[in-house]
């Protein structure tokens, strides 16, 4: 069978796994398993069953909810030493909730390997639930026997149903329900005689199922494995040749049969052997850079169906880019733009680096990507310090296009490192970017140090970073971000307890003013510890935590609890806001109040809340919401993101010295004193001192001082309004302003691009339509010397409370207007 490794000779096994034996779960992209699961294994396979543990979950998105635990369900299921599991849960008949036990009913030492887990009828109302999950040496799937009965006084109806929760592509084949990977490259597949009806059950009265659950190197694989045991299938063996021999290891190849077809995935050498259904069976080979090929076969039941497939010759893109003045080759990013009536380009799914819609996210500058023929507007972009390179290229059918070129660092951020404290790969639950793919991701748009920082799970990218050797590009440190439905709270470092649930992360609480208390005092900590809240409502943390209209004052406390808030996350507009919320709505859609982050942020200064801001990407995907959009600048004593220290860049964080931006990299001074700091000024007399630079693909046209959170027109400096403040170089701006001051104030200078975008970096990624902008934590003005003073300032607003109507802010907002 395609990507099955040698054949163990060992009898079927069934074990509980202890701490000495967690070596031997099964690994992958999805993997779960923990000390106290259970692994089921023989020749072919390998599964893991889960414990009866507290809390078990295969991650955190699998079932919402305090019923969503899952003990007892397939977790992880691949071939055997493949490395490859790509599942995130099977539950047998919707089962879901606790269980009475999970355990080991025979070991495979006397034939069959069985695992049962059983919910008795006293702890689930009448109800009495058992599947045992079975397997012999041989077999390619796991046998799962559910057996419900009705141990109650009364007749029970109930929808049964088994979930293979959606990993990528799904489908129905000839009585089976499969799915794909969700990265076709991944190259793994399942197949399920998937159980779905209503069920009456009257007292006394049980019924049972029995079904497999096959694992493959594609969906048509595990098809084929559940074919084959059901009889009147034949073997289809197939070989894809172009001119220059073995060829089509990245190809997809459909298997059509019945008016339904079933991708499947040839191996390396572009060869793969499966069981298909007796008959006419249609079969289309595509590959990014060749032209589809469609052939035809007839396959007779219990024989074996050769043909040789030959593929037209691919075309290629060969990059080689390289650092203006080193000379090294660079991790990048590179966006592909049809042109001249060639086809859209379309390299995969959102979630990958190594072809994700119409880009490629390479974690070196040497790369080839497959592109069919056509013209191309080519785009090689590494985030805001460096220059972009583009090109014009003509694909040739079977030809192979060069792009070479350098990308020179034009902006000199000697003494800050780019930061962004907030980014998720598939452990989080909630995404299924591979971790690679977020890793490649943040270097290719030139992120320097980003924490790890998954959902509710402990744990460390390090490992990952050295096997990409992205080490001299980028850094990480140990995290969590603890997640409900309300409040949500970063944390570093956090080390991670391997083989117990979630990596032994700490429990996530409702109040945000406990689970910061929480990280705080977490093992391991001390004062450089950072705890920041994401992405928050802050008109419930700081006026109507429970959103029902009635202002309590939130979660009292809690500023200095935290070390920064999120105030610019992924598509965030930055300052620029004029209340503390807007009415949209997409046309045909309702309409809806959203609350403006940075408005709210602004109006809490003014009350005393001394906030840290950060901006984060917040990133689930690569293309879309990936990295490299909004994100933190860090003063820093190295510049070498190798060396750098978690501990200095918290610290710098703490007090305040940072940049947040899209883009343009500002410096701002207040009389010599950096952005955070609190400074004397008497008689109000302040020089802000600021540099803004910019890459030659990025401009601003606007400084605006905001002074208590207000824009004064007076300090509004646009390209147009003083045109010799503003240059064309890399250097756009570069000032010393006078201000004063009647009273105490906090002040935030802002660089943007009224008129510009980042689609020259983004192109049809979501982040294309920031505008380019730059803002720093507020400097704090004492002029009397007797301390910095709040002015109470509201902006106009009451700070809102979180059940707003569309109606109330249409007519807040009229008001005030």
């Not at 343009?664 to 609190?678: K, L, R």
Request: charged fraction near 25%.
């Amino acid at each position: 069978m395609l990507g099955s490794t040698i054949r163990l000779e060992a009898v079927p096994e069934a074990f509980e796994v202890g701490p000495e034996r967690l070596g031997e779960l099964p690994r992958g992209k999805e993997a779960d398993g923990i000390a106290g699961d259970f692994v089921l294994r023989n020749d072919r396979i390998e599964a893991v069953i889960a414990g009866n543990l507290a809390e078990r979950r295969a991650n955190m998105s699998t079932f919402y909810g305090a019923d969503g635990v899952t003990p007892g369900c397939l977790y992880d299921l691949c071939l055997r030493g493949s490395g490859n599991d790509q599942m995130t849960v099977f539950s047998p008949a919707g089962q879901r909730g606790k269980v009475s036990w999970v355990r080991v009913v025979r070991d495979g030492r006397e034939g069959d390997a069985e695992i049962e887990a059983v919910t008795t009828a006293a702890g689930n109302k009448g109800i009495y639930r058992r599947h045992v999950w079975r397997l012999r040496d041989g077999m390619e799937a796991v046998e799962v026997e559910t057996t419900i009965r009705n141990e109650s006084g009364a007749i029970v109806r109930m929808q049964v149903e088994d979930k293979l929760v959606p990993l990528g592509k799904a489908g129905d084949g000839p009585g089976v329900v499969w799915a794909d990977a969700v990265d076709p490259a991944d190259k793994a597949g399942y197949a399920v005689e998937a159980v779905r009806g209503d069920l009456e059950l009257k007292p006394g009265e049980e019924k049972r199922y029995v079904r497999q659950v096959a694992v493959g190197s594609s969906p048509a694989a595990a098809v084929g494995v559940l074919l084959k045991a059901g009889g009147g299938a034949g073997s289809l063996s197939l070989t894809l040749r172009d001119g220059s021999g073995a060829a089509g290891a990245g190809a997809v190849v459909m298997i059509g049969s019945g008016g339904r077809e079933v991708p499947a995935y040839p191996d390396a050498n572009g060869a793969l052997r499966l069981a298909v259904p007796a008959g006419a069976c249609r079969i289309s080979v595509r590959e990014a850079g060749r032209a589809p090929v469609r052939v035809s076969v007839d396959v007779v039941s219990g024989a074996e169906t050769v043909r040789e497939v030959i593929l037209p010759p691919q075309s290629l893109v060969q990059f080689a880019i390289t650092e203006g003045g080193s000379g090294r080759s660079l991790p990048c990013k590179v966006q592909f733009a049809a042109m001249s009536g060639t086809t859209a380009v379309d390299l995969g799914p959102t979630n990958r680096a190594h072809g994700c819609v119409d880009q490629w996210h390479s974690e070196t500058g040497t790369f080839t990507v497959p592109l069919n023929p056509g013209s191309y507007r080519v785009t090689v972009t590494r985030g805001p310090e460096y220059s972009n390179l583009v090109r014009e290229v003509v694909v040739t059918e079977g030809g192979r296009a060069e792009v070479r070129g350098e990308l020179v660092r034009e902006v000199d951020t000697k003494g800050w490192l780019s930061t962004d404290f907030h980014n998720h790969s598939t452990p989080s639950g909630d995404n299924t970017c591979g971790t690679d793919d977020r890793l490649i991701n943040l270097a290719a748009e030139h992120i320097e140090f980003a924490p790890t920082t998954e959902h509710n799970r402990l744990f460390d990218w390090a490992p990952r970073i050295a096997a990409l050797k992205l080490g001299q590009w980028l850094s990480t440190v140990s995290g969590v971000e603890l997640t409900g439905p309300t409040e949500h709270v970063n944390c570093f470092p956090l080390t991670p307890v391997p083989g117990v649930q979630n990596n032994g992360a700490p429990p996530w609480n409702a109040d945000p003013r406990i689970t910061a208390i929480t990280l705080r005092d977490w093992p391991g900590g001390d004062a450089d510890r950072w705890i920041q809240v994401n992405h928050p409502n802050l008109q419930k943390v700081f006026a109507d935590r429970d959103a029902d209209g009635v202002v309590e004052g939130g979660y009292d406390g809690i500023v200095p609890m935290v070390d920064a808030w999120e105030v610019e996350n992924f598509i965030d507009q930055g300052l620029l806001a004029t209340a503390p919320f807007r009415v949209d709505g997409a046309p045909g859609k309702p309409r809806k109040v959203l609350y403006n982050r940075g408005f709210i942020w602004l109006q809490l200064l003014n009350q005393g809340h001394r906030m840290r801001a950060v901006a984060v990407a917040d990133a689930h995907s690569v293309h879309g919401n990936g990295a490299g959009g909004w994100r933190t600048w860090l003063p820093s004593g190295t510049d070498d993101p190798e060396k750098a220290d978690w501990r200095e860049l918290s610290r710098a964080a703490k007090a305040g010295h940072s940049v947040l931006s899209t883009g343009p990299f500002m410096e701002v001074s207040c009389n010599g004193a950096p952005p955070g700091s609190e400074i004397h000024a008497p008689g109000g007399k302040v020089v802000i001192k600021v540099r803004v630079q910019c890459a030659g693909w990025l401009d601003i046209d606007r400084v605006q001082i905001f002074v208590n959170g207000r824009q004064p027109r007076e300090l509004d400096f646009t390209r147009a309004s003083h045109p010799d403040w503003f240059g064309s170089g890399t250097v756009r701006f570069e000032r010393e302003i006078p201000v004063t001051l009647e009273a105490d104030a906090h002040l935030i200078v802002m660089a943007a691009g009224m008129q510009g975008d980042l689609r020259a970096a983004f192109g049809t990624s979501a982040q294309a339509v920031l505008k380019p902008m730059a803002w720093h934590n507020p400097v704090y003005v004492d002029c009397d010397g007797n301390g910095w003073k709040a002015s109470g300032d509201t902006l106009g607003f009451e700070i809102p409370h979180g059940r707003l109507t569309v109606d109330e802010a249409l007519r807040l907002l009229s008001v005030t207007q």
